[in-house]
């Protein structure tokens, strides 16, 4: 079945320890995201990439940085992780920004900071 | 920047009864789109219902349906018939239409009693 794929579904890294998040997607979609999602609260849109084109939102930390080398995956890079960023990371995929292209997520990878 | 509010942070249902979740939003656009996702614990997000700015009929997918109303910038939904796999956390989101940005409410999350 076509889907969207993260790994891996944990991760736990040292404070300051870079980290690395990775999605995969089947869906052939042109747009991707990376949301954040700290417990019970709604999720934080980092960035999103149409095709190649890469949307950092305002308020996204420098230490996040994202990579999208091909259509089919996109790389979620915490350069230097602190304690407030541990959170699901949720990756998002859709066919364009119309209303007949929602958004298709990923089981999230949860990332724990020591 | 649009901004999407969901009141209730729960909402509890008897089985086989009906749960009104409510979510107001914030736009300066005439074009958009909305949407209802369902997070499960430690489960997927998926999407429930979409509905496009520009269409007056309500949405309807079996027992979830919405009521929108534009001038209001209100978007509800209702899910008939509760069931205990209805339990879960219930995100709105709005879409521009503009761009490819899905912005979150805070969701409610909805107990389903036996």
């Known amino acids: 079945d076509a889907m969207v794929i993260q790994n891996p579904r944990y991760q736990v890294t040292q404070f300051g320890k870079p980290v690395t998040l990775s999605c995969s997607q089947t869906?052939?979609?042109?747009?991707m995201y990376w949301y954040q999602q700290k417990s019970s609260q709604a999720p934080k849109l980092l960035f999103h990439?149409?095709?190649?084109?890469?949307?950092n939102e305002a308020d996204t930390p420098d230490n996040f940085q994202s990579r999208r080398p091909n259509t089919s995956f996109c790389f979620l890079d915490i350069r230097s992780p602190g304690l407030g960023d541990a959170a699901m990371y949720l990756c998002?995929?859709?066919?364009?920004?119309?209303?007949?292209?929602?958004?298709?997520f990923g089981n999230g990878t949860r990332l724990t900071v020591t | 920047a649009q901004t999407v509010t969901q009141s209730q942070p729960e909402m509890s249902v008897q089985e086989a009864e009906t749960v009104t979740l409510s979510c107001t939003y914030d736009?300066?656009?005439?074009?958009?789109?909305l949407f209802w996702y369902k997070q499960p614990p430690s489960r997927q997000m998926i999407l429930v219902i979409r509905?496009?700015?520009?269409?007056?009929q309500n949405a309807t997918e079996n027992r979830f349906s919405v009521n929108f109303q534009k001038a209001a910038k209100s978007f509800s939904l209702k899910i008939s018939d509760s069931q205990l796999g209805d339990a879960a956390m219930y995100f709105c989101?709005?879409?521009?239409?503009?761009?490819?940005?899905?912005?979150f409410g805070a969701g409610t999350t909805v107990t389903v009693r036996a």
């Open positions: 509905q496009e700015a520009y269409k007056q």
């Open positions: 998002a995929t859709s066919r364009d920004g119309g209303n007949n292209s929602p958004l298709h």
């Open positions: 869906l052939n979609h042109n747009v």
């Open positions: 990439y149409y095709d190649k084109d890469f949307n």
């Open positions: 989101a709005y879409r521009s239409a503009v761009d490819y940005k899905l912005s």
């Open positions: 736009t300066s656009e005439s074009d958009y789109y």
